[in-house]
């Protein structure tokens, strides 16, 4: 049986990220976790419930990238107290834009019965956009 301590959750859900392993990152979320982002991209504002989350938020932001190119993250640093886990990571790929996206990220995890209830994520919001995103929207098939 996995571990509800919330860092080891968090660890998971990031090892899931990594792999790209679609049923873990789910069964990660709590039915009505919500995600934030910041600034005025195409997943900024809060994204409510785990299928915004996954199929909103995840899909818009994987979207943007070249799946031909990596894709990659790697946890940096990691702490928490009580149900609550702050993270560090990098990530990396290539945007459709065949720019190069290369991101230090952090964000807090809140932690309800071994699932993600929330995700505050902050980042370099004006990267992300030089990086990934082209004139022309990217759009996530519904």
Not at 21 to 42: E, F, R
Not at 59 to 84: C, I, K, M, S, Y
Request: proline fraction near 4%; charge should be negative; glycine fraction near 10%.
């Amino acid at each position: 049986m996995a571990s509800t301590e919330p860092k080891d959750v968090v660890r998971t859900y990031f090892d899931a990220l990594a792999a790209g392993d679609q049923d873990a990152i789910w069964n990660a979320w709590a039915a009505d976790g919500s995600c934030w982002y910041a600034g005025d991209l195409p997943i900024s504002g809060t994204w409510e419930g785990r299928e915004q989350v996954i199929n909103g938020f995840l899909a818009t932001a994987f979207a943007h990238l070249d799946p031909e190119r990596e894709v990659g993250l790697r946890v940096t640093n990691l702490f928490g107290e009580g149900d609550q886990v702050f993270v560090e990571w990098d990530s990396w790929a290539t945007g459709r834009t065949g720019r190069p996206y290369q991101q230090k990220n952090s964000g807090v995890f809140t932690i309800r019965d071994g699932k993600i209830v929330s995700m505050r994520e902050y980042a370099d919001t004006q990267h992300w956009e030089r990086a990934l995103v082209d004139p022309q929207p990217v759009r996530v098939s519904e």
